[in-house]
């Protein structure tokens, strides 16, 4: 007799998997409801809330915040100053990554001339970036010179630590045995420096993210003529509540938005898959 044999209880793993799976779906999904509940009591509170006129004033409401959050997506204003504000956090960015890592590099690889500096890279990596925002205005102004420069310059001493610290993570010993067996310079560098590196470099990277945006909205709020944190300002300079709660939802959103791309950058890379 020919057959092929199942074994007793087979299947019950893939059907208790199943069970188990539809129960986590079945809890993520209550999970959801209730935030959803509790957000939509709390907009309710905030909305018939029974203040007097004057609390009102200050408090404002949600209806009121989409009302002007609307206003600004019809009239163009908003994509107007989230466009600057984008600008200035992408372009420092840039610049500072780009000069971090190739000046990274160059002292991993020059580790005299890294002894040499590395008190005063300690030093400015210390500094609170912010406290040079006035300075960069006043030498390069208000405009988006400025601001850039503050960004690239706090970018710039993340990455720069970032991919020392990746180069000296390099086992020696095994560089020293590429030498030994004839590889250049530039092979270690290709085949050894770079890859050990590379996990710094995008944890550096990634991390850097969120300081940049925290630098490019601290620079709007101190002083700027575009963008959200100067939206910010300018309304509650202005005393509209209305105005300053409608900026800080947009910041909100935008920062969820941020949060959420890096969260599946992380999860995209090796060393955060887990």
């Known amino acids: ?35 959803l509940v509790i957000i939509a009591a709390m907009i309710a509170a905030w909305e018939f809330a029974p203040v007097s006129k004057q609390i009102k004033f200050w408090l404002s409401s949600p209806s009121q915040i989409v009302g002007t959050l609307w206003g600004w997506v019809i009239d163009g204003s908003l994509w107007n100053h989230l466009g600057a504000t984008l600008s200035v956090m992408a372009t420092g ?30 030093a400015f990596y210390a500094l609170p970036k912010i406290a040079l925002a006035p300075l960069l205005i006043i030498v390069l102004g208000i405009d988006m010179a400025s601001k850039v420069a503050l960004v690239a310059i706090t970018v710039f001493f993340l990455l720069v630590n970032n991919t020392i610290d990746g180069i000296r993570d390099v086992d020696a010993d095994l560089v020293q045995s590429l030498r030994i067996m004839g590889a250049s310079r530039s092979e270690v560098l290709r085949k050894i420096l770079l890859p050990s590196a590379l996990p710094w470099i995008f944890t550096g990277a990634r991390i850097s993210v969120r300081y940049a945006f925290t630098s490019t909205l601290l620079a709007e709020l101190i002083a700027a003529n575009r963008g959200l944190g100067f939206l910010i300002e300018f309304h509650s300079g202005n005393f509209n509540a209305t105005g300053s709660y409608a900026a800080i939802l947009v910041l909100v959103l935008f920062s969820v938005a941020l949060t959420e791309i890096l969260t599946r950058l992380q999860k995209m890379t090796p060393q955060g898959g887990h």
């Not at 087979?10 to 059907?15: M, N, V």
């Open 1 to 35: 007799m020919t057959g092929t044999a199942v074994l007793p209880g087979a299947g019950a793993g893939t059907d208790i998997d199943l069970a188990v799976k539809d129960r986590a779906a079945a809890s993520g999904a209550r999970i959801v409801v209730t935030r």
């Open 93 to 122: 960015y840039v610049v500072g990554c780009v000069a971090g890592i190739g000046i990274g590099f160059l002292l991993g690889l020059m580790p005299r001339v890294y002894r040499v500096l590395s008190p005063f890279v300690s």
